[in-house]
């Protein structure tokens, strides 16, 4: 933990085995629109893999900090953002409502999930899909596309309160997911090996896998477990 870029040494599947034996403001060069550039085991086991220094290369989705899968435009990005940390961004519209983006956006959202305040489901959005997000870029394009409202919905909590949860329409989740891939071509580079959350093969599931590894393998003294009462409630 104290060695400054790297994660844990090894990381684990979650399935453990059920046998046991053996600042200026600048663009990327050549963007639209963009101004000139101031600057084995048991039957059931899943063998673990090493990680690599500073950010991981997996790739469990389309979007990821690696090469993999991501446009040359994005690409492109996310090499500026690699050479110049402190470099600001301008002109990163056209990367959400290109359809390529927008389509792997859709490919992306979970097929069950609940329907939005439109009652739109994946399935019925993807019938029509190509006109629906041509129809969709060319609103992002001209700044007529609007957010819908979110439903809201509650999850039961072990301690008898209820979680509240905001149900998204469709549109606005390919929407969503479309800028979270652009913005990832910039900030993960900033992120460390073993920086955990909502990242492209850093989730919190990869943080407990890590934390076993860590605490099965390594000689332990204390565990330190904090928690942010209403972390999500409050604004502030």
């Not at 402190?86 to 002109?91: E, G, K, L, Y």
Request: charge should be positive; glycine fraction near 8%; hydrophobic fraction near 35%.
């Amino acid at each position: 933990m104290n060695d400054h870029g790297k994660s844990d040494r090894w990381v684990v599947p979650t399935k453990l085995p059920n046998k046991d034996r053996d600042g200026q403001a600048t663009s990327v060069p050549g963007e639209p629109g963009a101004p000139e550039t101031a600057r084995p085991s048991s039957a059931e086991a899943v063998e673990g893999s090493r990680l690599a220094k500073g950010n991981s290369l997996q790739r469990p989705m389309l979007r990821t900090q690696g090469r993999v899968g991501m446009s040359p435009e994005l690409e492109r990005v996310r090499q500026a953002a690699k050479q110049d940390r402190q470099m600001r961004f301008t002109a990163l519209l056209h990367h959400v409502y290109r359809l390529d983006t927008l389509c792997a956006a859709y490919l992306r959202l979970k097929r069950s999930a609940a329907p939005g305040v439109d009652g739109v489901t994946w399935q019925q959005y993807g019938e029509h899909l190509e006109a629906n997000l041509q129809d969709l870029a060319a609103r992002l394009k001209r700044g007529a596309y609007r957010a819908q409202p979110t439903r809201r919905s509650y999850i039961p909590k072990a301690d008898g309160q209820r979680r509240p949860l905001g149900v998204t329409a469709l549109e606005d989740k390919i929407v969503q997911s479309a800028l979270v891939e652009v913005l990832n071509a910039i900030y993960e580079v900033d992120f460390l090996g073993f920086s955990y959350g909502s990242r492209p093969g850093r989730s919190q599931h990869n943080a407990l896998d890590a934390l076993w590894v860590g605490i099965a393998r390594s000689k332990v003294n204390w565990v330190l477990d904090a928690d942010i009462r209403g972390f999500n409630d409050h604004s502030s």
